[in-house]
């Protein structure tokens, strides 16, 4: 389910628009425009990286590679999909580039980059060992599959804006999301049986 952060026009159905007419001005080279795009982009890039990655060292050059080529590349915006699926789809490949570089996984504070929610003292400690559970199920899943939960789940994108992220079909987006989901039950129920 996406954050409320994710979808800061939802209500009122111009995101699309907003980002489309942000990046024509970009690509006429207006800076003022670009910074609204980046500030929207930044947060939501950085949570999805923080999931796709599992490498908080690599993050913020990610998205500042991401949005350098948006202001490089606006003019090849062609509208033929969302503005937010194509920066996404750039995030993608620019994420899997840097993760390919490198070999050793790196432990990761998903507490410094949640939302914390209020909770009872039973409820916060069963919400933080369910958390666990499923961040560390999450970091069983190959990057393509982490990727298709995270934009589904974390950003409300559907299969074919997801395809179009990932330059695959429609069906291998739903192979992996089948695979991932099949891997996560599996994993959780084991998990939930050695915690008994």
């Known amino acids: 389910m996406p ?39 930044f947060p939501k890039l950085t949570r999805f990286l923080a999931r796709m990655t599992r490498r908080p060292d690599l993050i913020e050059e990610v998205v500042n590679d991401t949005m350098l080529v948006v202001w490089k590349r606006a003019d090849s915006f062609d509208g033929s999909c969302k503005p937010s699926t194509w920066i996404f789809g750039i995030a993608y490949h620019k994420g899997l580039k840097a993760v390919g570089r490198l070999d050793d996984p790196v432990e990761f504070d998903f507490e410094s980059t949640a939302d ?23 970091d069983a899943l190959s990057v393509e599959q982490r990727a298709v939960v995270c934009l589904t789940y974390f950003h409300g994108l559907g299969y074919s804006e997801i395809a179009h992220v990932m330059e695959c079909s429609v069906n291998t987006v739903k192979t992996r999301m089948f695979r991932a989901r099949y891997r996560l039950e599996s994993l959780l129920v084991d998990r939930m049986e050695e915690m008994k």
């Open 116 to 138: 914390e929610r209020a909770h009872g003292p039973e409820s916060e400690a069963q919400y933080h060992e369910l958390r666990e559970q499923l961040l560390k199920a999450l």
């Open 3 to 41: 954050d409320a952060a994710d979808t800061p026009h939802a209500a009122t159905g111009m995101v699309n628009e907003d980002d489309a007419r942000l990046i024509h001005l970009v690509a006429a080279g207006d800076p003022h425009a670009f910074e609204l795009l980046y500030r929207s982009y």
